[in-house]
């Protein structure tokens, strides 16, 4: 996901978990999906909730809820699918939201330096300061993992 | 029951798979990784325990021709909930055999996707990746996931201690599971 440098006037999809708000860039999303089956099979990646089918795709779900609330969805009412780079090609996640979803346009303020990685930047909106979410340092990707293991200098990642 | 290496017809491309069952969860392998399925309670040979507390995942091995193949279980290995184990896949160019609950069936997928960029753990190792049968998704198990080479590394030190019996086409001994 690209850095905000700049107050910058973007489109953004306003998604609802529980009780808050929070943004996506819309560049960053594919579509809005009613919940269907979710398959799931062993594995070890804790955020990783299973897989859904989508257009023949296979999409994990990620379920951010609990990291940016405190508190488990309850009522799955959309999947959000959202899409980032991993190496050469566009990786697909779907983040379970608890209400409709918004399309606005904002202006987005960077995020500083004390803000914690998952915020992307700031956008004000109906009287509501609302986070932009920087998706990978939300979402676990093995690209990121392969990448933190090989370097011999520490870095930060979600 | 001998299994013949899978054969690929060179216009299609397919795959013949073998799905089997876990502790309740579905998996699938390809035939061309299975060189035999045994019964435990039929196998020949003369299974032997091993512990190493580390891998909980192995308990017994025996001795095939020069090499000792070391029986993974699958539940555990998968970090399921252990399962009265049926089967055992012997696997091709590998010293893992494999303790599973059962075959569901034999199949062809015809597209087998990479696992989502977000797993990001062990599955990697186990999954070669996803396939989609009956609008359902199952894992494909990678043959060489079962056992790590530090892992073997560590096994042939432990077994080493131990005197393996060679195997013997006439003793018929179960794995007592």
């Known amino acids: 996901m690209s850095g905000i440098e700049n107050f910058d006037a973007r489109s953004c999809v306003l998604l609802r978990l529980g009780e808050r708000r929070f943004a996506l860039t819309a560049e960053h999303i594919a579509e809005l999906v009613a919940p269907s089956r979710v398959f799931r099979f062993a594995h070890r990646t804790p955020e990783i909730d299973g897989v859904i089918l989508r257009r023949g795709r296979v999409v994990p779900v990620c379920d951010v809820a609990e990291r940016l609330t405190g508190k488990k969805l309850t009522y799955r009412r959309f999947y959000l699918i959202a899409t980032r780079r991993s190496g050469a090609t566009l990786d697909w996640v779907a983040l379970p939201v608890s209400g409709e979803c918004e399309l606005i346009t904002a202006d987005l303020t960077p995020a500083g330096a004390s803000d914690s990685p998952h915020v992307l930047a700031w956008i004000s909106h109906d009287g509501e300061v609302i986070e932009v979410l920087n998706l990978d340092a939300l979402a676990p990707n093995s690209a990121q993992t392969a990448l933190a293991q090989n370097s011999s200098q520490p870095e930060a990642h979600a | ?177």
């Open chain 2, 1 to 177: 029951m001998q299994l013949a290496a899978a054969h690929k017809s060179p216009s299609v491309r397919t795959e013949q798979i073998i799905l089997f069952r876990c502790s309740s969860q579905v998996f699938a392998i390809s035939s061309a990784a299975v060189q035999e399925v045994r019964s435990v309670d039929s196998l020949a040979g003369s299974p032997q325990e091993i512990t190493e507390p580390t891998l909980p995942k192995v308990r017994h091995m025996f001795r095939r021709g020069e090499r000792n193949l070391y029986v993974v279980n699958a539940a555990i290995h998968f970090g399921l909930r252990p399962s009265p184990s049926a089967l055992l896949f012997l696997l091709r160019k590998s010293r893992a055999a494999l303790l599973i609950d059962g075959i569901e069936k034999m199949t062809t997928m015809t597209r087998l996707q990479a696992l989502p960029a977000a797993f990001c753990h062990e599955e990697r190792l186990w999954y070669r990746g996803l396939t989609v049968l009956d609008q359902t998704v199952v894992p494909v198990v990678s043959p060489s996931g079962f056992l790590t080479a530090e892992e073997l590394f560590l096994l042939d030190t432990v077994a080493a201690r131990l005197a393996v019996p060679e195997s013997s086409p006439t003793t018929e001994v179960g794995l007592g599971l």
